[in-house]
């Protein structure tokens, strides 16, 4: 019988129990020497100057937000098909966020729009490698120049992404990434800020460590809070990084199957990485045609996918926020993304078996 297929899950094992068990043996358990050679690790693979870990990417928006001394009603660009803490992080920290449209092709933010919404309050643009996707980086740098803007990078789906030979989230102000438990590599919970700004980097260390650079002192020289992380998170994010490299080789496989089974159905759509990057694919997803009836006939055969982020404008949550702006655009390629698009099976440890069940199915439907 056909085993149920996840949609993603991450590939934990001996090695991630064998490092939690060395922690518990230190009992040092909150945030120590290994969170501090996770960080390193991050660091030299990414090649930025400073990384610091947090609890998760949440906080880490907000305190990229904070750092970048952006004040109380600033405004910052943010791409309207996204994960929703993209707007609930700018607003945590004060300001005011406007929503706008993205490309089709590679769900990057649409800069011709984007410049129609640009007022003496925009300070900031938010980029969002969906789905480990790769935006615009030049177009994007340039139009920040061009507006005096601060680039907070979301590579929160994207680690191990590259642009032109530079880690995607190394490429604005102060980026980062998330490690939740179905990102490409997990710490269960967990996100990391980069930067190459020591200014950037030390607020961040601050405000994540109530207010202090260093633990073990009771004086605070700036408002801080808790947003520290843990050495049993960094034990399996070490055993995760050591394994990260065949996840990316086959992160791609994964994609290029998908491509070259399906790119043949007319009824489907793949998204157009930019010719420069190397994007990461959390998942490959596709824009598909009857997407809910072919959801529930993959789901009635085992098969798990997963539908596009609802757009910004519509969520319930934001719709009466004051501060959330330009929710009254017409939207029409977030919500054609969101009505066609489907997140494909994507675990790193999916045999070649099960990949085919999958396609075939899809094919199947189809004809």
């Not at 969520?315 to 029409?332: G, H, R």
Request: net charge positive; with cysteine; hydrophobic share 35%.
């Amino acid at each position: 019988m056909q085993k149920f297929i996840r949609q993603i899950q991450p590939d934990i094992g001996k090695e991630e129990q064998s490092l939690v068990k060395k922690v518990i043996k230190t009992t040092f358990l909150t945030e120590n020497i290994f969170s501090k050679r996770f960080e390193e690790q991050i660091r030299k693979r990414v090649n930025a100057k400073y990384a610091i870990v947090l609890n998760n990417w949440t906080s880490g928006l907000y305190c990229c937000a904070k750092a970048l001394d952006l004040k109380r009603n600033d405004e910052v660009l943010v791409p309207n098909l996204t994960f929703a803490s993209c707007v609930s992080s700018m607003l945590l920290a004060n300001l005011k966020v406007v929503l706008c449209e993205i490309n089709e092709d590679n769900y990057s933010i649409n800069l011709d729009l984007a410049k129609k919404l640009i007022t003496k309050k925009t300070k900031a643009i938010m980029i969002v490698h969906l789905f480990g996707e790769c935006s615009n980086i030049d177009e994007i740098k340039s139009f920040a120049r061009k507006y005096k803007l601060k680039i907070i990078e979301d590579a929160a789906q994207a680690f191990g992404g590259t642009y032109k030979n530079k880690a995607l989230g190394t490429l604005g102000d102060v980026g980062g990434y998330s490690f939740y438990g179905n990102k490409s590599i997990t710490t269960g919970e967990g996100g990391i800020a980069v930067t190459n700004s020591k200014s950037i980097a030390e607020k961040i260390r601050k405000l994540k460590n109530y207010g202090r650079m260093n633990k073990g002192t009771y004086k605070h020289s700036s408002v801080g809070y808790n947003f520290k992380f843990t050495d049993l998170n960094a034990a399996i994010g070490l055993a995760q990084l050591k394994k990260f490299s065949k996840i990316l080789v086959k992160k791609k496989f994964i994609d290029n199957f998908y491509r070259k089974k399906l790119g043949h159905i007319k009824q489907i759509q793949f998204s157009t990485p930019n010719q420069f990057s190397r994007p990461v694919y959390w998942f490959t997803t596709i824009r598909a045609k009857r997407k809910d009836s072919l959801s529930k006939y993959l789901f009635k055969k085992g098969i798990e996918v997963r539908e596009f982020f609802f757009p910004m404008h519509f969520q319930e949550a934001f719709k009466k926020n004051s501060n959330v702006l330009n929710k009254k655009y017409n939207f029409k390629t977030s919500i054609k993304l969101y009505k066609t698009g489907l997140c494909l099976p994507s675990s790193p440890n999916l045999s070649l078996k099960e990949l085919n069940y999958v396609a075939n199915l899809i094919i199947k439907f189809y004809k």
